[in-house]
């Protein structure tokens, strides 16, 4: 498990250098209101994904193991074309997207989910190896796309941006589902309403919880355009994508962890001290990285993305305590969803949006981008609040146990010896 996570992490360590990468040259060639553009056409695109995720996303993690892959296989496609296309509809008659790439969200959306709900069966067969490879191949496709577009063709057009995600997306979705193809056994269609059930049980919980945590995430973005303008929402959004860039250890554990206890059912006694060890382990890495991100002065981030770009290092101040508390929620909200209680997620990520809508229409008007932070932070906070009180209730956990302490640190070298190169283990060969 812990080469997984090793791998994991630095696939992810990766796909965040190459996506800082990526908002760089975004945001030097178009500035901070084309950068704005583009954020509100990639949040219209993850919004649309998010709703497909009801039937087609991370419940099939769960599921796989337990029910027919071809029929979950069958429903969530099904699913996603449907929502692709009225969900572009209906984002762009409440004017949530730039009006002139209504048809370009729909088509990448779709595409979108297709692969992600590929990824999520290679996920649920535990096949960590090729799934970060498609993670990594992802963000690579859009880099590379990107570079030659802009300094070899020479063009600084968002249209390109978007031809780099088309690429992104298609080569994803194609090798995804060739790597999937011999899961996908669809017989006895009359049964596939059997399937129905679980999806929409589990997966229902689990999705309306990632599409509250989605707008407690997002939500400051939406209001700081409205009151202050694309210009602020396009710095804005640079401040958070680098604090958010922090989360990757949190991510990469919180992956492994999900689905290790997804398919370690009936062992509550496992999935406590595994949680306890990843939740130390995640925020003292996450603690380390942001203090490195906050010692940077203004004016490396002033040269990085440009001149448009003034008031990056105060987001990230604003957004700190945030996000060292959302780490640790990336822990506790898998310890949920893979011990089969999403509903505890669905409840914080309800009181984290009714926080952030609240804090967000009175601070936001009057404080523009620090509001917007401030906001966001305290939506984190009170999400993790709630996790870390509920965790510690059902795991019986005592604050000795969640406590860091010189013990752990030892427990934790030497359990990291094991993902050394001169580690004996057998690799993972089931690409």
């Not at 497909?52 to 099939?60: C, D, E, K, P």
């Not at 790597?179 to 689990?206: A, E, F, H």
């Not at 934790?412 to 010896?417: A, D, I, Q, T, Y």
Request: aromatic residues 12%.
């Amino acid at each position: 498990m812990l080469n997984k996570i090793a791998i994991t992490a630095l696939s992810r360590f990766f796909n965040a250098l190459l996506s800082f990468a990526i908002v760089a040259i975004a945001a030097r060639i178009f500035g901070a209101e084309g950068y704005g553009t583009i954020v509100l056409l990639i949040l219209g695109i993850t919004f649309i994904q998010l709703v497909n995720n009801f039937v087609g996303g991370s419940a099939l993690v769960y599921l796989v193991p337990r029910e027919r892959v071809g029929h979950l296989f069958l429903l969530s496609y099904v699913w996603a074309l449907i929502v692709a296309v009225i969900g572009a509809n209906l984002l762009f008659l409440f004017k949530l997207i730039p009006s002139e790439f209504q048809r370009e969200t729909m088509l990448l959306s779709l595409t979108s989910s297709w692969a992600s709900i590929n990824m999520m069966i290679i996920l649920g067969r535990e096949r960590i190896k090729l799934y970060n490879i498609l993670s990594v191949l992802q963000t690579l496709l859009i880099f590379c796309s990107i570079l030659y577009f802009v300094f070899i063709l020479k063009h600084n057009s968002i249209d390109y941006y978007i031809y780099a995600l088309y690429i992104a997306y298609l080569s994803t979705f194609l090798i995804s589902l060739i790597s999937i193809r011999t899961d996908i056994i669809i017989n006895d269609i009359s049964t596939i309403g059997n399937s129905i059930k679980p999806i929409l049980q589990y997966g229902g919980l689990i999705q309306l919880a990632n599409i509250l945590q989605f707008f407690n995430y997002r939500l400051s973005y939406y209001l700081l355009e409205k009151f202050s303008g694309k210009s602020e929402l396009g710095e804005f959004a640079i401040g958070v994508q680098l604090a958010e860039g922090i989360w990757i250890l949190a991510k990469s554990v919180a992956l492994v962890q999900y689905a290790r206890l997804s398919n370690e059912p009936d062992n509550p006694e496992y999935a406590k001290n595994t949680t306890l060890i990843f939740l130390k382990l995640t925020v003292s890495g996450t603690l380390i990285m942001l203090a490195v991100l906050l010692a940077l002065p203004q004016s490396v981030f002033t040269w990085i993305f440009g001149a448009d770009f003034t008031n990056v290092k105060s987001v990230i101040f604003i957004l700190s305590p945030g996000i060292l508390a959302l780490a640790a929620c990336n822990i506790l909200s898998h310890y949920f969803s893979g011990t089969g209680r999403p509903g505890f997620n669905t409840v914080s990520s309800a009181i984290g949006f009714a926080v952030v809508i609240i804090s967000g229409f009175i601070l936001i008007p009057g404080l523009g981008i620090v509001g917007a932070g401030l906001a966001t932070t305290l939506s984190h906070l009170s999400v993790f609040i709630y996790q870390a009180y509920w965790f510690k209730k059902i795991s019986k956990s005592t604050f000795k146990e969640i406590t860091f302490t010189a013990l752990d640190l030892k427990k934790m070298v030497k359990e990291l010896k094991a993902i050394l190169p001169d580690n004996k283990s057998t690799p993972e060969t089931n690409l």
